[in-house]
């Protein structure tokens, strides 16, 4: 059994910060990418940005320049570092990763539960 546990959403004002982390944990042999993806009432789910296990990254175009992801490969936990937000990044924001378990098999994709990010004044 894998578990992804998503934190640090909230309510911020436009132009503020918030960090989101997320942490894996359960029956875990290894893990390749781990990401953030949103979704906004009434939109499909998009990417935000993932990290592979040797720190490749990759970002939406809507957030380079604002948002950092960075990982911790001995905690098993991904950060979102989200700076000059703006209210059109409000959504709920979902924690992903490719987690190969201890059973063995190839490698498979886990979802968070998901954290709300609301950008308004």
């Known amino acids: 059994q894998v578990q992804l546990v998503e934190s640090g959403g909230g309510l911020v004002q436009p132009g503020g910060s918030l960090r989101l982390s997320c942490t894996a944990s359960?029956?875990?042999?290894?893990?390749?990418?781990m990401g953030w993806y949103r979704q906004a009432p009434g939109k499909k789910r998009e990417l935000v940005a993932t990290i592979t296990s040797h720190g490749g990254t990759n970002y939406a175009d809507s957030v380079k320049g604002r948002f950092t992801i960075s990982r911790d490969n001995a905690e098993n936990t991904v950060n979102l570092r989200m700076n000059t937000l703006r209210p059109e990044d409000t959504a709920v924001y979902y924690c992903n990763a490719d987690i190969r378990t201890l059973s063995g098999g190839s490698y498979s994709d886990y979802w968070g539960q998901g954290t709300q990010v609301t950008v308004s004044s």
């Open positions: 359960g029956s875990i042999f290894s893990i390749y990418a």
